[in-house]
């Protein structure tokens, strides 16, 4: 097992690491719109926010040698599950074809007061 860290997404914002590889699955911790290099949030409305969100998924990813095309499984957290058709366009727009299986929850409150937060689990492809 091993952390995976890369400046191309944002620090964690806590004791946590980006990922952990173990075996040949990666397991991805909660992505927010934040910017890698500033680490304040961007992205005034859910879509915006999902498309950064999902970005920084897809470097830390890239860092643990995989790909949204590997991702097996996602949790999507909302704050508000009015958002819910907003962000599901993102998604699909992101993920294309490929069709994770995921978990879409509305929380009472996000790390930076974000709107949305992405995680996935992936196979490793290296």
């Known amino acids: 097992m091993h952390p995976v860290s890369t400046p191309d997404a944002p ?3 806590g004791p946590y690491s980006q990922a952990v590889v173990a075996g040949t699955t990666v397991y991805c911790s909660g992505q927010l719109a934040l910017d890698p290099v500033t680490g304040l949030l961007v992205g005034e409305d859910a879509a915006s926010q999902a498309r950064v ?4 998924l897809s470097a ?8 949204m095309d590997q991702v097996v499984r996602t949790t999507v957290y909302l704050r508000t599950m009015d958002d819910f058709p907003a962000v599901n366009a993102v998604y699909a727009e992101c993920f294309g074809s490929h069709r994770p ?6 929380v009472a409150g996000l790390p930076k007061d ?10 490793v492809t290296a």
């Open 11 to 13: 620090a964690a914002i």
């Open 53 to 56: 969100a999902l970005s920084n």
């Open 60 to 67: 830390v990813l890239r860092a643990a040698q995989s790909g």
């Open 101 to 106: 299986a995921r978990v879409t929850v509305a």
């Open 114 to 123: 974000a709107r949305v937060e992405i995680d996935a689990i992936a196979l």
